[in-house]
């Protein structure tokens, strides 16, 4: 399932953009969201291994891993804490892929991150 961009971030990212001066190309647009998309998928399959790991230790250490992950991966709960726990590593500017989210972005909004992820 893709993190789409939601409304309140999209209102805030149109906002940046009139502030920068002109809005992003189409191509540029779709980088940017191919760039981010790509990040969040590898971070929710990070986040997914670690949620089925600790689920596996924690509830049921005897279930074959198969069915602890058939388990996991349809759990709502398991969704929205990958999803939440995404966002969050996205969003760490210490984190690991500030560099990458800056490097996805067109050069004249580098000085505008801090307000498209708060």
């Known amino acids: 399932e893709e993190l789409a961009m939601t409304e309140g971030a999209r209102k805030k990212f149109d906002k940046a953009v009139q502030k920068a001066g002109r809005a992003p190309t189409e191509g540029e647009r779709m980088d940017m969201e191919k760039d981010m998309d790509r990040i ?3 971070l ?63 050069q004249q909004y580098k000085r505008l991150l801090p307000s498209l992820t708060a």
């Open 40 to 42: 969040a998928r590898l």
């Open 44 to 106: 929710a399959t990070q986040e997914t291994y670690k949620l089925a790991g600790e689920d596996a230790k924690d509830e049921e250490p005897q279930t074959p891993g198969f069915t602890s992950w058939v388990h996991t991966l349809s759990s709502p709960r398991t969704l929205h804490l990958v999803e939440k726990r995404v966002v969050r590593r996205m969003r760490d500017p210490k984190g690991p892929y500030e560099g990458e989210i800056a490097d996805a972005l067109p």
